[in-house]
């Protein structure tokens, strides 16, 4: 249906009088583009770019945050380096990322797919969204409590199906998973929620064409949800990896790091530095450590997903 | 569309759904769909219990008492404490810290600062979002580039620069001061919005071009429209971090003109190292700072779902 | 056609919607800068900011401020209180930005690095502070509080100490008398009387005692002593009293010191002594309570019979209920005495204070005996003035709680400075993982050796 195209001679005085922009059909909208970013671009530049550069700055500097700080080279990040207690943080906090991005992207994916195709309930919505709605701290106390291994009840009912207590929050290799745990019921509902509006994307009659045509639910998830939701999944997965490794509120309550470092995240360990120990200056090269990792995360994961491009439009 | 003579219309058992016993509806495949459902929903409401359950109990009891599934000292006391009505000595008695709660100063301080955040985030990032993704500019693609690398920017390099810098603006213990930074850049919002804005379909737009609309028209009254379903996800969602966050808050306020909920609530947190939390109060807190929260959701719940569809266009 | 239709429909329905969303943000903008009135900026210079984070002592500090705005009627305390782990963010947020506040109640643990940051004040130099003397606090209150270069940078108010705390019921039951629990000893060989009572106390979960055969040291229902932990650098509630009883020092010289301890022998052989009580079934071993759950919890849910805790926790042990229960004080140690760490808090004055002249009257009427027989009456607290402190256990008598052995083992000499040196965050970072590793058993006690070194290497680099 192309009849409403009228073409420009139909209406000379219109097109003549309107913004003169219509008239440049080169389409360069760089100066419209500038204001449109204008006041993004101040926060930005502001409360972003300038700490950011500031803080490169300081990692090459030893700071103790109250006297001016002294320039030293690359001291700290040699120190760094040699650190094991960096390396292991990295280690850590990987392990985390990957338990936590994991369970909470399948599960998300799942719950939204479930919202979307079987049932339209606002109560359902609304109860996958309330973990979100508790306070980090909060969930982490919560789960500290239900989790602790002579007191929560949960060991208590492991107890009656015939488990000794799992020290949820004490033991070595419990730690991680048990954080990383916690954490998917605090998010899951918030990334699912994410997914659900890219799922309002995908128009409904592809799915009941595919219908006709004969596909079940799990050939039309893959076939057509999958794809299409792609550009939307791929932010998701981004948003959801940079968070995650920047974890520190739940570890600062359960276990501060411990038992012997099992869970001293980065994150925990930059801010014990910066602000415990007064080394702003080494705190600064872990964190510059921490954009590089992000930076690479993030841009293999860009390319991989193609997430600049979408198959819809 | 198929044009297959009516004569072959499937009737009965429709292909589309896996094979079912019966002649039923539902299949096996929806009953595994539902089982899944409801364990989420199990594990999803089991803290929650929990949470009430330790609201209703008294602190003296919890202790004794620490895993019995029921409310143990049957009291709403708690729920007392967090709106302020019960402080001093009482408070102390039951566990609390005592401290005086001016509750609903703090709950406009929060909404103040949550509505000047998700107005302003919305507003500015479905601009620039629109920038990025609808107009045509050379530098589109690095400048974007560079706004997406702002989501990675470590927490601890902002926060002393941004603090400073709102003390020399004199808008330390302002609400102003707690809501400027997050009020103008959110990546996040952009990026996030961005990606909606690239799944309209490009020739609703070049149909209002033709009919001479500009584009900042076209912006205002077309795409913005067009994308209530994300704008209000992203609303509701920023709209409940901004009125969880506890840190930033906490230190540009000094007084309780500029408390908001979150911060104020910290009193029933553990006030001294040795001592713990005042648990049955911090649940009962939980719930009350949380049920603004749901409301606000199932107010705009509806808006999420229902999309005004023009993304699909054939 | 229909779609023009349709896109104008929904054109000028939704600019409706737009043009509402427009003016909330406008508006919501005009509240936000309206709501900026209302102080940030600096305080008038008579008026002192005070900051502390025991919310149970806020009341009578308030007392003492109300108390000493009637004495100096130009002058008021404005007091704001903040829980423990916001606090000293707060704090060092402040020290950065400008904003913080004139007087505050400084720890030990944290002001050894505010010294060395120079942002306290020193008293001496403050007319109403100078004349402070030593003598007027509990032994050795206000050497701790004095900086290496001889200058007083805190004013003590208080003074607290460990013991033991028991469940009355419980020991009666074993038959354990309150004189036997004054008198215990300890020896890190075969554990003295106190590891027999210990022993003694901690029932399993089929109701056998930890000295009865048959007894099942891997499911226990009763901890004879409860909340062992692995400590930190200053082991406040677990294991320094017991070090120093066996004839250990932490460092060459306190406070100021700048060669730690850690890998000296007495401590090594202490240390495998404390641990093992846990293998052994008469103490949590690490992990069986978290964290959150320490001693205090263990003892109110009545799964530890003896707890080893602060003085400063009465009030809360006040508020267990069903339980009766007594103070002994720590056991004696090889060398014939009892160790006990003496801890305090004092009210320090900030180098960005505007009216320091006026925040130094502040700090001298808190140490004053108006104020400290104020904050002995309210009972939370042991004030740092002796006479206060008296007022202080007349109080808790009257409460029903008898806290004379603490007062006893300041009296009797008995107690020890906690470690005052550079460096004790970095300390405690090394020496933190290092003792749960121990703990654990991933390593073993001959690990103190090098955890010293590394805590030593501090000073050498420092």
């Not at chain 1, 943080?89 to 799942?110: D, P």
């Not at chain 1, 990896?241 to 470092?261: C, H, K, M, R």
């Not at chain 3, 008293?123 to 050795?140: C, M, N, S, V, Y």
């Amino acid at each position: 249906m192309a009849s409403h195209v009228v073409s420009p001679a139909g209406r000379p005085t219109d097109t003549q009088t309107r913004t003169p922009s219509a008239n440049r059909r080169r389409r360069d909208d760089t100066r419209l583009a500038l204001i449109f970013i204008a006041p993004a671009a101040v926060g930005f530049l502001v409360f972003l770019i300038w700490p950011l550069i500031r803080g490169i700055y300081l990692s090459f500097t030893s700071f103790n945050l109250l006297t001016p700080a002294q320039f030293n080279g690359l001291d700290n990040y040699r120190r760094m380096l040699l650190d094991p207690v960096f390396w292991n943080a990295l280690k850590v906090t990987v392990e985390y990322v990957i338990i936590n991005i994991g369970v909470q992207t399948i599960v998300a994916l799942v719950i939204a797919v479930l919202m979307q195709r079987l049932t339209r309930s606002m109560v359902v919505r609304g109860i996958i969204l309330t973990p979100y709605l508790v306070s980090n701290v909060v969930a982490a106390l919560v789960g500290l409590w239900i989790l602790d291994t002579s007191l929560g009840i949960g060991n208590q009912l492991l107890k009656l199906i015939g488990i000794g207590p799992i020290g949820f929050f004490s033991d070595g290799p419990w730690v991680i998973p048990t954080i990383a745990l916690v954490n998917v019921w605090r998010y899951v509902g918030y990334t699912s929620l994410l997914i659900f509006a890219g799922l309002q994307t995908i128009p409904g009659e592809l799915y009941e064409a595919a219908k006709v045509d004969g596909s079940s639910e799990v050939q039309m998830f893959f076939r057509i949800t999958m794809p299409l939701l792609r550009p939307i999944l791929a932010l998701v997965l981004i948003i959801s990896i940079i968070g995650s490794f920047q974890v520190f509120d739940t570890v600062s309550v359960t276990t501060a790091g411990g038992p012997v470092n099992a869970s001293r995240v980065l994150q925990f360990y930059i801010y014990d530095m910066a602000f415990g120990r007064f080394q702003f200056g080494y705190a600064s090269a872990l964190a510059v450590a921490l954009l590089i990792v992000l930076v690479i995360v993030s841009f293999i994961q860009y390319r991989l997903t193609r997430a600049g491009q979408t198959d819809l439009a | 569309m198929t044009t297959l003579a009516p004569a072959e219309v499937p009737t009965s058992n429709p292909p589309a759904v896996t094979p079912a016993p019966g002649h039923k509806r539902t299949s096996i495949g929806r009953v595994i769909a539902w089982i899944v459902m409801a364990l989420i929903m199990v594990v999803t409401l089991a803290p929650f219990y929990w949470i009430i359950r330790t609201a209703l109990s008294s602190n003296s009891d919890l202790l004794a008492h620490p895993s019995t599934p029921y409310p143990v000292g049957f009291s709403v006391d708690s729920f007392k404490r967090v709106f302020g009505w019960q402080t001093g000595d009482a408070a102390i008695a039951a566990g609390g810290s005592g401290q005086s709660i001016n509750f609903w100063l703090y709950l406009r301080n929060s909404i103040v600062v949550a509505c000047l955040v998700t107005a302003g985030q919305l507003l500015f990032s479905a601009m620039a979002a629109y920038a990025f993704s609808r107009l045509k500019w050379r530098l589109r693609g690095p400048v974007f580039a560079i706004f997406l690398a702002g989501l990675m920017v470590p927490a601890i390099f902002t926060f002393l620069p941004n603090f400073v810098l709102i003390k020399e603006l004199h808008l330390i213990d302002t609400l102003l001061g707690i809501a400027l930074p997050g009020m103008l850049i959110s990546p996040f919002a952009i990026f996030f919005l961005r990606q909606f804005f690239m799944t309209i379909s490009t020739e609703v737009e070049e149909a209002a071009l033709i009919d001479g609309a500009s584009k900042v028209g076209i912006f205002f009254r077309l795409i913005l429209p067009m994308s209530v379903a994300p704008l209000t996800t992203l609303g509701v969602l920023t709209y409940i971090t901004s009125w969880n966050d506890y840190f930033w808050p906490l230190m540009v306020s000094y007084t309780d003109s500029s408390r908001v909920l979150t911060v104020a609530l910290a009193v029933f947190k553990s006030q001294t190292p040795q001592t713990g939390p005042d648990w049955a109060g911090l649940m009962a807190a939980t719930l009350v700072a949380a049920l603004p929260m749901l409301v606000l959701f199932l107010v705009f719940a509806r808006r999420i779902v229902n999309s005004i569809g023009f993304s699909g266009l054939k | 056609m229909k779609r023009i239709g349709k896109i104008k429909s929904v054109i000028s329905s939704a600019r409706f919607r737009v043009k509402a969303v427009a003016v909330g943000v406008t508006a919501t903008l005009v509240a936000g800068v309206s709501a900026c009135s209302g102080g940030g900026a600096a305080q008038p210079n008579n008026v002192i900011s005070y900051w502390l984070w025991d919310s149970a002592q806020q009341p009578g500090y308030q007392q003492c401020a109300n108390l000493f705005h009637k004495e100096n009627p130009k002058l008021s305390v404005k007091i704001t209180q903040y829980g423990w782990n916001d606090y000293w963010t707060k704090l060092t947020a402040g020290f950065i930005a400008g904003t913080a506040p004139d007087v505050f109640t400084n720890h030990l643990t944290k002001y050894p690095q505010f010294v060395d940051l120079k942002v306290l004040r020193p008293l001496d130099e403050l007319p109403a502070t100078k004349d402070i003397r030593d003598d007027e606090f509990q032994p050795g209150l206000g050497k701790l509080w004095t900086g290496r270069d001889g200058h007083r940078y805190g004013s003590p108010k208080d003074w607290d100490t460990v013991g033991l705390f028991y469940n009355k019921d419980m020991l009666a039951k074993a038959g354990v008398s309150a004189d036997r629990v004054n008198q215990l000893k300890w020896n890190p060989q075969d554990g003295g009387s106190f590891e027999k009572t210990i022993a003694h106390l901690t029932v399993d979960t089929h109701g056998r005692r930890g000295d009865q055969p048959g007894f099942d040291k891997n499911h226990i229902a009763v901890y004879g002593l409860g909340g062992l932990s692995a400590g930190d650098n200053m082991a406040q509630t677990s294991w320094s009293s017991f070090a120093v009883s066996n004839g250990w020092q932490f460092m060459d010289k306190n406070p100021w010191g700048t060669h730690y301890n850690y890998g000296d022998p007495k401590l090594q052989e202490t240390l495998k002594w404390y641990f093992g009580l846990a293998q052994k079934g008469y103490a949590p071993k690490y992990g069986a309570f978290s964290d959150s759950f320490g001693g205090y919890n263990q003892f109110a849910a009545g799964k530890a019979a003896i707890v080893e805790d602060g003085a400063w926790m009465i009030s809360s042990y006040q508020t267990i209920k069903d339980v009766k229960w007594g103070i002994a004080p720590m056991p004696i140690g090889p060398t014939g005495h009892r160790a006990g760490p003496l801890g305090s808090l004092a009210d320090s004055i900030t180098t960005n204070a505007k009216n320091p002249e006026a925040a130094a009257e502040w700090v001298k009427f808190l140490s004053s005996e108006a104020c400290q027989d104020i904050i002995a009456k309210a009972g939370v607290v042991f004030p740092a003035r002796p006479q206060a402190t008296q007022l202080s256990l007349q109080t808790r008598k009257a409460a029903g709680v008898d806290a004379t052995p603490f007062a006893d083992m300041v009296d009797n000499n008995e107690t020890f400075f906690l470690p005052i040196s550079s460096f004790g965050a970095d300390i405690s970072a090394i020496m933190t993982p290092g003792l749960q590793a121990i703990f654990i058993g991933e390593q073993p006690v001959s690990y103190l050796t090098d955890l010293n070194q590394q805590v030593n290497r501090l000073f050498q680099f420092g």
